[in-house]
């Protein structure tokens, strides 16, 4: 069973730039949270997809977009790109029931992030 | 709103030692908590978790108390090892609701 992966590690953009960031999830995990962690701050919930479909959502602009494929890969977009968007993001997959009593108690297993510097 | 909070950014202890992990919250309404652990250059891992019904759980040398009258939550970990040197969340989370929320962490130095 392999681990949680994301790619690139690290990014450099400008501001107003778009940006994709991948995610690939363990095998047979059916749902995928990412999330944003600013320097100095805890994990933040950007959105969670469970098979294919956006399945809840934090306190984050529309400009933040996300893709779920069958092959437990994923990926979030970010469009227009500002300065606060430098963070570290991280995915994570877990099994998946999408019963949303069963969300909590899903062990979730994290990648190691991505590092987004936005200039 | 930073319904989460670890208030001490360090601790350090010397092995063989306990370490206790603090964590506020104001949301009373949370049902679930989770610790995770953090190495550098990898993701959370998740340590152990407490259920709002519970006050207490135990895994092997960790241990999670609730109080939820005090809307806080610690983790015991008895003895400490140089291992255990890492930073630690605690997160909660509503049953019917995704979105987990994080303190800011408490980096754990465990000395030999």
């Known amino acids: 069973e392999t681990g949680v992966t994301q790619s690139p590690t690290h990014l450099i953009k400008t501001r107003g730039q778009q940006v994709t960031l991948r995610c690939s999830s363990q095998s047979g995990h059916n749902t995928v949270s990412w999330y944003q962690q600013a320097l100095g701050q805890g994990p933040q919930f950007i959105f969670q997809?469970?098979?294919?479909?956006?399945?809840g959502r934090g306190n984050f602009p529309p400009r933040f977009s996300g893709l779920q494929f069958p092959n437990y890969s994923s990926e979030l977009n970010v469009n227009a790109l500002e300065l606060d968007d430098s963070a570290l993001y991280l995915c994570?997959?877990?099994?998946?029931?999408?019963?949303?009593?069963?969300?909590?108690?899903?062990?979730?297993?994290f990648g190691p992030g991505t590092r987004l510097t936005v200039l | 709103d930073q319904q989460v909070k670890q208030n001490s950014p360090s601790l350090s202890v010397q092995e063989g030692r306990i370490s206790i992990l603090n964590c506020d919250y104001t949301?009373?309404?949370?049902?679930?908590f989770l610790w995770y652990k953090k190495y550098p250059a990898e993701g959370p891992t998740f340590l152990i978790s407490i259920s709002s019904i519970k006050d207490k759980n135990e895994d092997g040398r960790f241990t999670v108390f609730l109080n939820k009258s005090a809307k806080h939550l610690s983790l015991h970990i008895v003895p400490s090892q140089p291992g255990d040197s890492a930073v630690y969340f605690c997160?909660?989370?509503?049953?019917?609701?995704?979105?987990?929320?994080f303190g800011a962490g408490t980096r754990l130095t465990v000395k030999p």
């Open positions: 994570a997959s877990s099994l998946g029931s999408g019963l949303a009593g069963d969300w909590a108690t899903d062990t979730q297993y």
């Open positions: 949301n009373s309404m949370f049902d679930y």
């Open positions: 997160a909660a989370t509503l049953y019917n609701n995704n979105d987990m929320r």
């Open positions: 997809y469970y098979r294919e479909e956006e399945n």
